[in-house]
């Protein structure tokens, strides 16, 4: 039994035996958090009695997927060993201890279509994070926060049509941390906020999912769910340090936090910045974009000695990164981009970058 188990799920290296699931190493310990409904053992190391055995062999992972994911609604995130950790424990939860996709019901904070609430903001200038009301109407097609609980009018509105949520708990330093970026006259705003309950953050995360979805069906009404969930949310493709020069060459270079989230490769002072101190379309080979290794002879400047220089129609773009391993990575990044044909609603944001004062 144990042979045919371990073909059938990879690396099956713990098992929850009062729930008849084999779990990887990482979630082995989420599902101890839960340990009234949950009990954990290694399936090599431990000792298992014959009717622990015949009970893990009489339901396994697709009988309880069955039974605990009755009801998921297409836009709930579904987590991979790849996650954070927060999402991770909030699925095992959601769907073992509060059995919230058995019940409609249950859904209600992430599937109503409003939410309101309050969450920790950092603040834009002195990065104090202080408690904002935060509402999100999928009626009005927006997100907005108030700087005061009585306020009539909101601080931010920020539209469904470019809102995007992703956690960053190594970069805002704290476990619940979640960025949300949207668009202000074309450009990146950045917000980062967090709730000391889990629950609490990956509820909002799913209702901002929720609203995307919605709105997506509208704005593409022959697409699959299929094609508009990968749209709903997005992690950013990389992110680190670079240096970087100015668009004369001759200026020193300049070491800066670099995110690319699609085609946009944005660059900041510091990683909690709120707005990009610049921005660089990152178009498709079909329209004369190149990646390449390196800098022109003639550089200057530059502290750090892997060089990348980015090729556009207008002009190049020369970055430099510490170490070779940060080369090759973002090199295969920006690679990953330009190798991918530009859509149509992406040459009006190329055509926006060039003309762009």
Request: charged share 25%; proline share 5%; hydrophobic share 35%.
């Amino acid at each position: 039994m144990w042979l045919v188990l371990f073909f059938l799920f990879p690396d099956p290296e713990w098992a929850s035996y009062t729930l008849g699931v084999f779990v990887c190493h990482s979630c082995s310990g989420l599902h101890r958090n839960i340990a009234q409904i949950s009990k954990v053992k290694s399936v090599m190391l431990d000792p298992w009695s014959s009717s622990e055995v015949e009970f893990m062999d009489s339901v396994g992972n697709n009988a309880a997927n069955t039974k605990y994911e009755q009801i998921v609604p297409a836009f709930y995130y579904r987590p991979t060993h790849k996650d954070c950790t927060l999402l991770r424990d909030q699925w095992i939860r959601a769907k073992y201890e509060r059995k919230e996709f058995l019940c409609v019901e249950k859904q209600e904070p992430y599937s109503a279509g409003y939410r309101e609430g309050f969450l920790w903001k950092r603040g834009r200038d002195n990065g104090q994070y202080l408690s904002r009301k935060f509402i999100l109407s999928e009626r009005e097609g927006v997100l907005k926060y108030f700087n005061k609980n009585d306020a009539r009018e909101p601080k931010a509105i920020m539209k469904i049509n470019s809102l995007n949520a992703t956690f960053q708990p190594a970069k805002i330093g704290t476990t619940h941390g979640l960025q949300i970026t949207y668009l202000k006259d074309n450009s990146t705003r950045n917000i980062f906020v967090y709730h000391e309950e889990g629950k609490e953050m990956v509820d909002w995360f799913n209702a901002i999912r929720a609203a995307r979805f919605h709105y997506l069906q509208v704005a593409f009404p022959g697409a699959s769910t299929s094609e508009l969930l990968p749209k709903l949310t997005r992690n950013y493709i990389k992110e680190g340090y670079m240096e970087k020069t100015g668009p004369k060459h001759t200026e020193g270079f300049k070491k800066r936090w670099f995110t690319m989230d699609d085609r946009r490769l944005m660059y900041f002072k510091d990683p909690l910045d709120a707005y990009a101190r610049g921005e660089v379309f990152i178009g498709s080979k079909e329209n004369s974009y190149v990646v390449l290794p390196g800098l022109p002879p003639s550089t200057q400047g530059n502290h750090w000695q892997f060089g990348i220089t980015i090729v556009t129609p207008d002009r190049k773009f020369l970055f430099a990164c510490e170490t070779e391993e940060d080369q090759t990575d973002w090199i295969a990044a920006l690679q990953t981009v330009i190798n991918r044909p530009m859509l149509p609603q992406e040459y009006a944001v190329e055509a926006y970058f060039k003309h762009k004062p």
